[in-house]
């Protein structure tokens, strides 16, 4: 049961790590077609991978609590041994690295199956134990050495990195991507996870230094910066990247974390300021105009980051208005038609302090919009943000 673990996990990437350990069930409905498992008399386990089934049996092993609802399921039949494995062999078509593990568990399934029925929680949790340990220090393993010899609480942290970027099919960097198995950084699981939900341009690039670069995920961090770099339009990065399809540009602080995470890049990263070089292809060509993501028009023109960084300053210098793309229901139920309305600026004649919005939208993070017509409050934010934000200032 305990041997070769090692072994089955020596290839695994930590988008392949993702997989295996986690994905909340919106993510894995969306990638292989199946949710995550419902125990009875317990409910759903909170991830979909190995983690899901962890989090009970660390507390049910030291216990020997053998009247769990989890020991007493695991008796009754063999269906959370499959789920397990069955899910490891469809992942295997993105990851092929996960086939090796997979084969793993069916081995020591084939063998727990053989036991009495009141021995398969000893054996279900002896392997999952031995396969959660492996995978925690393979993912450790691939991360930098001051995470690797840091204390587990340092561990756990870094072990964010793994949960909240992996691969989903209708939520990627770009319209088309060259890899089956892309990775994007979820905004918060469960609920920010799919769709044009996921990648959110502040929450991507608040987390990006602790999630990416302290661990040493430069080559993620890096397709991040350049994927919403490539979106660029009005002077703005998305608030929603929504895959380079139809980006929404109703935040006037995801500019600012984007060009704070620039920085932090070329600061921690081998490339440093030749970072600055690299040419975009631009989903927008003339950074204004709408256009088709699968238009001969959409990635035809290129900028370098330098240009981007020189572009955003020169906008807000010059002034930003304009009326949001397809404004309306379709696009917000909640919001005001004066709400799709963005102007954005600088104060040069008092303090210099990047200044926008209006009473009817947000702009920033404390983006709750009022959504009660008893409460007469449709449409109204919970927290007007118009004005200097702090954040932004301090951005700036």
Same mark, same amino acid.
């Given at each position: ?48 991978g190995i983690q899901g089934w962890y989090s009970h049996l660390k507390h049910i092993i030291p216990n020997n609590d053998l009247g769990h609802p989890l020991c007493g399921h695991l008796r009754q039949g063999y269906w959370a041994l499959d789920y397990v494995s069955g ?36 054996? +279900?949790? $002896?392997?999952?134990?031995? *396969? /959660?340990? #492996?995978?925690?220090?393979?993912? &450790?393993?691939? =991360?930098?050495?001051? %995470? ?108 600012? +974390?984007? $060009?704070?995470?620039?920085? *932090? /890049?070329? #600061?921690?990263?081998?490339?440093? &300021?030749?970072? =600055?070089?690299?040419? %975009? ?116």
């Amino acid at each position: 049961i305990r041997t070769c673990a090692d072994e089955a996990t020596a290839r695994l990437t930590l988008g392949a790590l993702n997989a295996v350990l986690y994905r909340c069930d919106a993510e894995e409905r969306d990638t292989i077609g199946e949710g995550v498992y419902d125990v009875p008399n317990l409910g759903t386990l909170a991830y979909c991978g190995i983690q899901g089934w962890y989090s009970h049996l660390k507390h049910i092993i030291p216990n020997n609590d053998l009247g769990h609802p989890l020991c007493g399921h695991l008796r009754q039949g063999y269906w959370a041994l499959d789920y397990v494995s069955g899910r490891l062999h469809k992942y295997s078509e993105y990851y092929p690295e996960i086939a090796p593990l997979a084969a793993w568990f069916e081995e020591r399934w084939a063998l727990v199956k053989r036991v009495p029925n009141f021995l398969v929680p000893r054996y +279900f949790a $002896l392997t999952m134990h031995t *396969a /959660y340990q #492996a995978l925690v220090q393979r993912a &450790l393993k691939l =991360m930098p050495g001051k %995470v690797v010899n840091s204390s587990r609480f340092t561990h756990e942290l870094a072990l964010t990195s793994v949960q909240l970027l992996g691969h989903v099919n209708s939520a990627g960097l770009r319209p088309i991507s060259e890899s089956k198995a892309d990775c994007s950084m979820s905004a918060g699981l469960p609920h920010f996870t799919t769709h044009h939900m996921r990648c959110w341009g502040r929450d991507v690039f608040i987390a990006l230094e602790g999630l990416l670069l302290s661990t040493g995920r430069f080559d993620e961090a890096r397709d991040h910066i350049i994927a919403f770099g490539s979106t660029l339009k009005h002077g703005l990065i998305p608030n929603l990247l929504d895959t380079g399809r139809f980006p929404r540009y109703n935040a006037r602080d995801a500019t600012w +974390f984007w $060009l704070q995470a620039v920085q *932090a /890049y070329c #600061a921690h990263a081998p490339e440093g &300021l030749d970072f =600055m070089s690299v040419s %975009v292809p631009r989903r927008f060509p003339d950074g204004e105009t709408f256009v088709e993501w699968d238009s001969d028009e959409a990635f035809s023109r290129s900028s370098t980051i330098a240009e981007l960084v020189h572009e955003i300053m020169e906008r807000h210098a010059r002034g930003i208005s304009f009326r949001e793309w397809n404004a309306g229901p379709a696009l917000d139920s909640q919001m005001r038609d004066e709400g799709f309305n963005v102007q954005i600026g600088v104060d040069f004649a008092s303090n210099g302090f990047v200044s926008g919005g209006n009473q009817w939208n947000c702009g920033t993070w404390m983006d709750k919009m009022g959504s009660s017509d008893k409460a007469g409050i449709r449409g109204v934010p919970a927290t007007p943000r118009d004005g200097a934000d702090v954040e932004i200032v301090g951005l700036q």
